[in-house]
């Protein structure tokens, strides 16, 4: 089975702070990463597939990178509506999610 | 627009089943793979099944092997997961979620059901 592990478990920030979260995989995934957010008591919301590809309508202040075994999930500006959960999935072999990271204020 | 509407979860006895089921509109159900993630109160994500678009292959976490089942009815544009001998560590928000096959993600999520089991 392939573990996902994902760091900060929580972090901190300010509006307008650019964010960083990592995610690594136990083995290689290619670039079947998918990162998803979600805010509390709300489904999750996909922002991103393939590692670095936006979904539709998914602002421009996010982006990804990484393959192989370590990914970024980047927001380069952070606005009030951002401070959400974020989870990395891989999707190589089957389904994994990391255990989350949560952006606070 | 595409929707996923999510029911059939409550309150279970431990070693007790439920059905829940997943209503999809806005979109052609049967060209699509679905899933069922769970989220444990105040936890994580965890992928629980798979099934393809035509029913054909079905894949579980090993932790449900067994138990769940998942099943579709494209006729219905209906997604079902039948969940037998019910564990208390089973509790949690149960979500559909549609997925557009590689390279994309799980694109469509229901609102989610509970599924609580105590005794």
């Known amino acids: 089975d392939i573990q996902m592990t994902q760091s900060p478990s929580t972090l901190s920030a300010s509006v307008g702070d650019r964010v960083t979260i990592t995610c690594r995989a136990s083995q290689s995934i290619r670039s079947w990463l998918a990162w998803y957010q979600q805010r509390p008591g709300r489904a999750p919301k996909v922002l991103i597939y393939?590692?670095?590809t936006l979904e539709t309508g998914v602002p421009s202040r996010f982006s990804g990178s990484g393959s192989g075994t370590e990914f970024t999930l980047t927001i380069s500006s952070l606005q009030p509506d951002d401070f959400a959960t974020y989870y990395c999935q891989q999707y190589s072999s089957y389904w994994t999610f990391g255990q989350g990271t949560k952006v606070e204020i | 627009q595409e929707q996923l509407v999510e029911s059939g979860g409550g309150v279970v006895q431990p070693g007790g089943s439920l059905r829940l089921s997943c209503a999809a509109s806005g979109f052609t159900f049967s060209r699509y793979d679905m899933h069922w993630v769970r989220q444990a109160p105040g936890k994580g994500l965890e992928w629980v099944t798979f099934?393809?678009?035509?029913?054909?292959?079905?894949y579980y976490i090993d932790s449900v092997r067994g138990r769940f089942t998942i099943s579709r009815d494209n006729s219905k544009s209906a997604l079902y997961l039948q969940i037998n001998s019910l564990r208390v560590d089973d509790t949690a928000v149960y979500y559909c979620a549609k997925w557009t096959g590689y390279p994309g993600g799980f694109d469509v999520w229901g609102q989610g059901t509970m599924v609580t089991v105590s005794s």
């Open positions: 393939q590692a670095s």
């Open positions: 099934i393809r678009n035509d029913g054909g292959n079905k």
